[in-house]
């Protein structure tokens, strides 16, 4: 007998409310009578437990948190709904079960609670992509205690274990449940939408929908990382952890809703189970070891040595010495460089000079790529660990010369403002930094300079170096 009785994906619009969508929710009327459905189905299932995955409660970079007080309340106020508060008695006993077995499989999962949040200046209370699929099962269906799960950044192959974790535990506990995984689709998927644009959005919906539809598992895990940050989405985490829950089986997604009317996919999905015994896990680990060392064959010189550098000084605890054999170029002429880490799309670290500091371009990438991972004020120190999962790329500053806003094109060339004593600087070519003022006023802020004041401009240009692109040099 299968303790865990059913799976779904369901979307979290705050408009889908009557009192928030004053009207506008008849327009996405299909995914209503979706979400209908599962709160229907449900309340038939009577599961003992409902887990909850969502992207819109506290999140931490370097664990999943678990929502670990007796009760959990939360409201819509601020999508200035008055009427609709919810409260959920936690189902601490999971929560337990849940923490011990990551603690023994090395899976970053912490339980948290107010004390805990208010350090960060959070509040312990549900989040309305919690809140939105609750509305629909109350509705049905209340005779349950929760389990409040907020998915980290951490890679997907730890997520999907996380999820192997919930089936776990609901089997060691004997226990029906219910797992709900909250998440909209692409953001992006419209012109007059909320969020930029992007023609990736409508192919990374179309492509997930297919692959969940055929159970293709390993297919959602090897989706293109460009497409899948193009379409600014919130949902395929959950599913990543939805998916490890239902490791051991074949499975294949029923699409009861997907409509964007407002820009956003709100796709309504619930999973059936066809086969046992068939195991995603081992796939998805080879996959990534061979999708990594393709990356890392494929890269040019400059990043890496980047790459080289971070692991010699994790195993090493010192920087390396660049080598002789690598280019002239590299050992002989002097710029100043920027090392920038990516994790999942998300900035890691970045750490730059606008004139050189050393005696040659391959010790500028050394010396900048450690400072990057360890030296960002804006983010905790990378672990060895996370390696991996980080992208590097590399800039290569030419010599600055002055310019005037005429001058100057945010595509082109990169920007360094001065005043003073102080400067501020802005790479090229930078996602949502589209004009000459946009450019110059962010330079300005960077460096504490009244973008209104007379200041000096210099301009420069960078070849930039992405890890797996064999670029010439």
């Known amino acids: ?17 009557p009192s ?7 327009k996405i009327q299909n995914t209503i009578n979706a979400c209908e459905s599962i709160g229907k189905e449900i309340s038939i299932l009577k599961p003992k437990t409902i887990v909850v995955i969502t992207p819109h409660a506290t999140m931490f970079s370097d664990a999943i948190a678990i929502s670990n007080e007796e009760k959990i309340k939360g409201n819509l106020i601020k999508f200035r709904d008055f009427e609709t508060n919810i409260e ?16 023994s499989e090395n899976i970053s ?17 549900l989040d309305h ?11 049905y269906y209340t005779d349950y205690k929760i389990v409040h799960i907020t998915y980290s950044i951490l890679n997907d192959i730890e997520l999907y274990k996380f999820g192997m974790a919930i089936q776990k535990t609901a089997k060691n506990l004997n226990k029906n449940t219910v797992i709900i995984a909250s998440g909209d689709l692409s953001h992006r998927l419209t012109e007059d939408g909320p969020y930029e644009y992007s023609p990736q959005g409508a192919k990374f919906d179309k492509e ?27 949902g395929l985490r959950s599913l990543y952890i939805l998916l490890g829950a239902m490791e051991g089986n074949s499975i294949q997604g029923e699409l009861l809703s997907y409509e964007g009317p407002f820009g956003v996919g709100y796709g309504v999905m619930k999973f059936n189970q066809e086969g046992e015994n068939i195991s995603n896990l081992d796939k998805l680990v080879k996959i990534k070891e061979e999708s990594f060392n393709k990356k890392i064959s494929n890269s040019n010189p400059y990043v890496k040595l980047a790459r080289e550098s971070l692991n010699y000084y994790f195993k090493n605890k010192r920087l390396m010495i660049a080598s002789n054999d690598l280019p002239r170029e590299m050992l002989e002429e002097r710029h100043g460089v920027f090392v920038s880490l990516k994790k999942f799309g998300q900035l890691r670290g970045c750490i730059g000079t606008i004139f050189p500091t ?51 094109n945010p595509k082109i060339y990169g920007v360094i403002v001065s005043k003073g004593q102080n400067r501020g600087l802005l790479l090229p070519d930078l996602e949502g930094v589209d004009t000459v003022e946009e450019q110059l006023n962010i330079a300005c802020q960077k460096g504490g300079i009244n973008p209104n004041s007379d200041y000096s401009i210099e301009k420069f240009e960078v070849i930039r170096y992405k890890e797996g692109e064999n670029n010439e040099i």
């Open 208 to 234: 997930l929908i297919e692959n969940l539809e055929n159970g293709n598992v390993v297919n959602i895990f090897n989706m293109d990382k460009c497409m899948i940050e193009e379409a600014g989405e919130c």
């Open 88 to 103: 959920l008695e936690i189902d601490k006993e999971f929560n337990d079960e849940l923490l011990n077995l990551c603690k």
């Open 358 to 408: 050393t005696d040659c371009v391959a010790n500028e990438i050394i010396r900048n790529a450690i400072q990057a991972a360890i030296a960002d004020p804006r983010f905790l120190e990378v672990t060895e660990d996370e390696l991996v999962d980080i992208d590097i790329s590399v800039d290569v500053l030419t010599n600055p010369i002055k310019a005037i806003k005429e001058e100057l």
């Open 1 to 17: 007998m299968k303790n865990i009785l059913g799976y779904y994906l369901m979307p979290h619009p705050p408009l889908i409310i």
């Open 20 to 26: 928030i969508g004053k009207g506008e929710e008849k």
């Open 129 to 139: 992509g919690t809140m939105i699929p609750m509305y629909f099962v109350n509705k």
């Open 109 to 125: 999962a912490a339980g948290v609670d107010s004390n805990l949040l208010r350090r960060f200046n959070k509040d312990y209370e």
